[in-house]
């Protein structure tokens, strides 16, 4: 008998543990299968479109001929976009009760960025996000409530914008392909501010008095009193007019500088088109790269967008020159955001003082 063996107490059951792990070993296994499906299929429609475009060296020539200033303009624009959506969350938090400094917010969600396009989830940036915020001692349901609301003005103003774009651009409008995306993002953007109005006037009833006597309760007890504290937290939004206002105009303004992204690496490519229509394509863009198919909307953004500049006339093989340049800024953003993640974590690790074992 091995001396680990010796030490387990006489009730414990190597079967039992072995028959408790093996639920979770089988749901590590699915979702590991699962991600690499999702990296098959991104890689599948890069080259898929490869093929379709039938004229790679043209694609190449392309790429090589992208002018570098209109790329750098894309780049701080990406930038730009960052630092406005760090100022869109602080403002959240403060309408809370909770103030942190603009640089720290910044940071994280720059931090963010990076699991936005390097996992595969279009959620993977809020939660790093909302983990690391946790950390500076900052309560869960305060983090959540800050993020979802973050999220439905973006949705919201993302509709709005589909909606403008379906008024001023002719371009857009006289497109099926083009046109019924924003049609769809319009009604989304109603739902979205119905949503918003339900969840910040959503009202509570006091919590069951079992579960606040710390009594063993089930999971699903649980998730009810989650929600119920989630909700408390959101009717603090309720009233703060001016907040809200500048929350939605920051979100309006997020996209504005999302599309010049867009804009830049079309411009450099050499397609003259109106800003305009851009941000219609942008609006378009988004909304499918919403789908969860793919790591970071990898191959399903590239694809759109190569299949809309074909609706507008533009080659297969320059409009794939298109996505992989725009591929390429939010990656060299994004990498700042790994960076920037991994740097503040040896600061953590510097900071940390190892404990000593007392004799």
Request: hydrophobic residues 50%; contains cysteine.
């Amino acid at each position: 008998m091995s001396k680990r063996s010796a030490e387990r107490p006489m009730w414990y059951d190597q079967g039992a543990v072995q028959r408790a792990e093996e639920p979770q070993h089988a749901s590590n296994m699915r979702q590991k299968l699962a991600t690499s499906l999702r990296y098959v299929v991104a890689a599948g429609i890069i080259v898929g479109l490869v093929l379709l475009c039938g004229n790679s060296g043209r694609t190449w020539q392309t790429l090589r001929s992208v002018e570098a200033g209109w790329a750098c303009y894309g780049v701080l624009a990406m930038c730009t976009a960052i630092f406005l959506g760090g100022l869109r969350w602080l403002l959240l938090l403060r309408a809370l009760g909770y103030r942190l400094r603009l640089w720290q917010l910044v940071q994280l969600w720059l931090a963010g960025f990076f699991f936005d396009n390097f996992l595969p989830s279009t959620v993977g940036g809020d939660i790093a996000r909302g983990y690391e915020l946790t950390r500076r001692r900052v309560p869960l349901t305060a983090v959540a409530a800050s993020l979802l609301v973050g999220r439905l003005f973006g949705l919201i103003s993302l509709g709005v914008w589909s909606g403008l774009v379906l008024l001023v651009s002719l371009t857009i409008r006289g497109s099926t392909t083009l046109s019924v995306p924003n049609v769809l993002g319009a009604c989304v953007a109603a739902g979205g501010t119905a949503l918003l109005v339900w969840a910040t006037h959503l009202g509570g009833s006091r919590r069951d008095a079992h579960y606040d006597t710390g009594a063993k309760v089930s999971w699903l007890t649980r998730i009810v009193a989650a929600v119920h504290d989630l909700a408390q937290t959101l009717r603090a939004y309720r009233g703060q007019t001016i907040t809200l206002s500048a929350v939605f105009g920051l979100s309006m303004l997020m996209w504005t500088v999302d599309a010049w992204v867009l804009f830049s690496c079309i411009r450099g490519a050499g397609i003259g088109m109106a800003y305009r229509d851009v941000i219609g394509l942008n609006t378009t863009l988004n909304w499918a790269a919403a789908v969860p198919v793919s790591i970071g909307g990898i191959g399903v953004q590239e694809c759109t967008l190569t299949m809309l500049l074909r609706e507008l006339g533009v080659a297969t093989s320059v409009g794939l020159a298109v996505g992989l340049t725009y591929r390429a800024v939010r990656w060299s953003v994004a990498l700042l955001g790994g960076l920037s993640l991994a740097l503040s974590a040896m600061q953590t690790a510097q900071h940390t003082v190892p404990s000593q074992e007392t004799s």
